[in-house]
């Protein structure tokens, strides 16, 4: 295992979101799926009550999603490479067909027609800072998924393992990545509680992921470009 107990109340959980496709729908329904260049953190809560084995709108999920709004998230973009180069991260449009789907009056549309678009050849640091024996959860989740997880969607399966470990500092929890080259480097988007701090605000706070109602609050961020 890459993580540990240590003694402090809070920490840094670490994860590694590489694939050829992934898909973050920030503003995201009906006929046309579109993604965000980040990941979201309702995304990223998704798939850790996947690994927990949570059911949707049980008063479990309801619980580790309470928690999860005490987590402060940070996602970091992290350029895949091949050869030495970096590989260029492009939206990919799919036109998408289902047979059979059910209209509100309860009779069957011969087809339903979406556009959905997907990132291809992306890769992502994501930090989760929080307590430690809620980091220690989720990362003993991920080491062991009970269900399927993936990058947005299930299409979007992971090409590396998303558990990187718990750290006792964000320095820590940055080097298995980005190795020695400072966060500045890179693009970032950052949880923060003030205006102040950062004047963009995401619909992607989960607060129920029940099919029929799913619920979101707004959580506020600020994206910082890289120097690289």
Same mark, same amino acid.
Request: hydrophobic share 35%; glycine share 8%.
């Given at each position: 295992?890459?993580?540990?107990?240590?003694?402090?109340?809070q920490a840094w959980l670490s994860l590694r979101l590489e694939g050829p496709?992934?898909?973050?729908?920030?503003?995201?329904?009906?006929? *046309? *799926?579109?993604? =965000?260049?980040? %990941?979201?953190?309702?995304?990223?809560? &998704?798939?850790?009550?996947?690994?927990?084995?949570?059911?949707? +709108?049980?008063?479990?999920? !309801?619980?580790?999603? $309470?928690?999860?709004?005490?987590? *402060?998230?940070?996602? @970091?973009?992290?350029? #895949?490479?091949?050869?030495? #180069?970096?590989?260029?991260? !492009?939206?990919?449009?799919?036109?998408?067909? @289902?047979?059979?789907? #059910?209209?509100?009056?309860?009779?069957?549309?011969?087809?339903? /027609?979406?556009?959905?678009?997907?990132?291809?050849?992306?890769?992502?640091?994501?930090?989760?800072? +929080?307590?430690?024996?809620?980091?220690?959860?989720?990362?003993?989740?991920?080491?062991?998924?009970?269900?399927? /997880?993936?990058?947005?969607?299930?299409?979007? /399966?992971?090409?590396?393992?998303?558990?990187? +470990?718990?750290? &006792?500092?964000?320095?820590?929890?940055? !080097? %298995? @990545?980005? &190795?020695?080259?400072?966060?500045?480097?890179?693009?970032?988007?950052?949880?923060v509680e003030t205006f102040a701090e950062g004047r963009d605000s995401l619909?992607?706070?989960?607060?129920?992921?029940? $099919?029929?109602?799913?619920?979101?609050? %707004? #959580?506020?961020?600020?994206?910082?470009? =890289?120097?690289?």
């Open positions: 295992m890459s993580w540990w107990l240590m003694s402090t109340d496709l992934q898909s973050w729908g920030v503003d995201s329904q009906y006929n *046309r *799926r579109s993604t =965000g260049l980040m %990941p979201t953190k309702s995304a990223v809560a &998704g798939m850790c009550c996947a690994a927990l084995g949570v059911d949707r +709108g049980s008063e479990e999920e !309801r619980q580790i999603l $309470s928690k999860f709004t005490e987590l *402060r998230m940070t996602s @970091i973009a992290v350029p #895949r490479k091949v050869r030495d #180069r970096d590989l260029d991260v !492009r939206r990919l449009q799919d036109y998408h067909t @289902i047979q059979g789907t #059910r209209k509100a009056d309860g009779s069957l549309k011969d087809c339903h /027609i979406t556009q959905r678009q997907y990132l291809t050849d992306a890769g992502y640091c994501v930090l989760l800072f +929080g307590t430690v024996t809620f980091c220690h959860e989720l990362a003993e989740a991920l080491s062991d998924p009970k269900w399927g /997880i993936w990058l947005g969607r299930k299409t979007c /399966i992971p090409s590396a393992p998303v558990l990187v +470990g718990v750290f &006792g500092s964000q320095e820590d929890a940055l !080097r %298995p @990545i980005l &190795g020695d080259l400072p966060l500045e480097w890179f693009t970032r988007q950052e949880e619909p992607d706070q989960p607060l129920s992921f029940l $099919s029929a109602n799913r619920e979101f609050a %707004p #959580r506020r961020v600020v994206t910082t470009p =890289g120097k690289a």
